[in-house]
């Protein structure tokens, strides 16, 4: 007689839950497991895929974040050169307050069929860049995967624009392809740093050398987590990113909040000059979030001071991206870009000096709109990040920091990585940058202009209350050339001016309270 072990295919499973259950009850950590054992793990299953549940059946086109369906479809649209254009009309609500539009003319000109570029390049400078209307914002080798890279600078290069590197330093993958590079020299001094952490200026001379490196910028912040170093978890730690940024591998690695080679804002326009002498003079700037107005004209005042002055400086906005930050630091702390980039602006204006020194910014460019938009707040060209990421094929899963990234860009794990394919994505990049710009001309075209320095804060809108509406030249302070040095401060300018002062940074109130911190 034969015994039938079919019941061991219900008995196995039950005994297995059994033992789990068992061990839920008495679970070390969770409370949750303890008191609902077995059914607790339901929860965690839809905690974790919750997000695609949002993204996929609840979100509405133009509510999601920290970019719309909307937004997001149209990056992919343009990427893939598909159907670009949407019927039936507009779905946001332009009676809204905060709602914004730019005002068209009867007589609209002819887009220009080319792309128009920024000459990068002040008085110090010997090998000026002209720079696109739209770059590829930093993202380090080690935070994106060495195939986005090698997509990003693949794309940079078909379509003549500029791709920045991200503090991570300067890789193989940077270089490979062949696309104009923005060197971007952090706190850590990723690739260019001793063994103590401080900057080498051999190294830095050496790799500033490169041919495909167009300018240096020196990182003083971010958006999404400004006065916070960058931290790069062990699991992304690979051996080769170890390598190219100077550190050891398979350990977590945590970038200082501040600069060691400077602590003044005078220090601050001598590293640029030394970095200028040492790259023989390509075009240096520096990028930051602005925070404490005073600081920013702190280092104006060193400017006027030492006529040391950036070739350009790159404003980057608190609802900026990152490959991980605190919560607080992305929801809470830096100026928005609106804000900061008309300050910087108004700034350089005042000083006299704005002629001289071109302004980058990024925070969510992702239209021509957008690029319009924020040429009129005072940039003379535009960066994307997470624009890119999604050319690229990025599904805003928001998993960055996990290395477990869906789309292979921001991982180092090859089974995730081997899927992006950069002989394929590189178009993809090249396309979207490609089809914003030309947008960007039919835009400013109808506008009837005939290039983006026409651009005005009068052409921007914005509705303020249901019944009024105003346009940024008049909801905006516009400053009048060299204002600030004529001796009469505008209110505008509150107690910032009078506090900036060249040999310090640090908020008035506590060196009032505390003393100089230098
Ligand atoms: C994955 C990721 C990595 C980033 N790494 C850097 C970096 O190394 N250095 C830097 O200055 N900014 C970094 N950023 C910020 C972007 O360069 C950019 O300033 C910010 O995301 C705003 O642009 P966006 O709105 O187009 O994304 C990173 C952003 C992302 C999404």
Redesign the pocket.
């Known amino acids: 007689m034969t015994v039938s072990l079919h019941w061991l295919w219900f008995a196995i499973p039950a005994f297995c839950l059994a033992v789990l259950g068992l061990y839920d009850l008495f679970h070390p950590t969770s409370n949750l497991l303890r008191i609902y054992p077995l059914l607790a793990y339901g929860r965690f299953a839809s905690e974790e895929i919750r997000p695609e549940i949002h993204q996929y059946f609840v979100e509405d086109d133009i509510s999601g974040t920290p970019l719309s369906r909307n937004d997001r479809q149209m990056v992919y649209e343009r990427a893939a050169k598909s159907h670009e254009e949407k019927s039936f009309g507009t779905e946001l609500d332009v009676y809204a307050a905060g709602y914004e539009w730019l005002n068209h003319t009867i007589a609209p000109k002819q887009a220009n069929k080319d792309q128009f570029r920024v000459r990068i390049g002040g008085k110090d400078c010997r090998h000026p860049y002209d720079m696109a209307l739209l770059n590829v914002?930093?993202?380090?080798f080690g935070?994106?995967s060495a195939n986005a890279v090698l997509a990003l600078n693949g794309g940079a290069k078909l379509g003549n624009f500029a791709h920045a590197t991200?503090?991570?330093g300067l890789s193989q993958y940077h270089l490979r392809p062949g696309g104009d590079l923005v060197w971007?020299i952090?706190t850590a001094y990723f690739g260019c740093r001793t063994k103590e952490g401080r900057f080498d200026p051999d190294l830095f001379k050496e790799k500033a050398a490169e041919p495909a490196v167009k300018c240096v910028t020196i990182?003083l912040s971010?958006?999404?987590k400004p006065g916070l170093g960058?931290v790069m978890p062990a699991s992304k730690m690979t051996e080769e990113i170890a390598d190219v940024r100077g550190v050891p591998a398979h350990q977590k690695c945590e970038s200082p909040p501040g600069h060691s080679e400077f602590e003044t804002p005078i220090g601050l326009l001598e590293f640029v000059q030394r970095l200028r002498d040492l790259c023989d003079a390509k075009p240096v700037g520096f990028?930051l979030c602005i925070g404490h107005r005073s600081e920013f004209l702190a280092i104006c005042k060193a400017m006027l001071e030492t006529n040391i002055l950036p070739d350009y400086i790159i404003v980057?906005g608190g609802e900026?991206?990152?490959?991980a930050a605190p919560l607080e630091f992305e929801d809470h702390v830096g100026v928005p870009l609106t804000e900061g980039l008309h300050f910087v602006h108004q700034a350089l204006v005042a000083c006299g000096l704005r002629d001289q020194i071109r302004i980058g910014c990024?925070?969510?460019?992702t239209s021509a709109f957008e690029m319009a938009r924020r040429i009129i707040q005072g940039a003379d060209y535009c960066?994307?990040?997470?624009?890119m990421?999604l050319a690229l094929g990025c599904i805003q899963a928001q998993r960055?920091e996990t290395n477990r990234c869906p789309t292979g860009i921001?991982t180092q794990d090859p089974s995730r990585t081997r899927g992006l394919k950069p002989d394929v994505k590189q178009h993809l990049v090249r396309n979207f940058q490609y089809a914003t710009v030309m947008e960007f001309n039919r835009l400013i075209a109808s506008m009837g202009l005939l290039s983006p320095d026409q651009l005005h804060a009068s052409m921007l809108m914005r509705r303020v209350g249901p019944t009024r509406v105003k346009s940024y030249e008049d909801l905006y302070y516009q400053a009048k050339p060299n204002e600030l040095l004529d001796g009469d401060v505008d209110p505008f300018w509150g107690r910032d001016w009078q506090d900036a002062r060249s040999d310090t940074f640090g908020p008035r109130s506590v060196r009032e309270r505390h003393g100089t911190p230098t």
């Open positions: 914002s930093s993202m380090s935070s994106l991200g503090e991570g971007e952090g990182k971010q958006g999404a960058g990028k980057d900026g991206g990152t490959g990024s925070g969510k460019v960066n994307a990040a997470r624009a990421m960055c921001t």
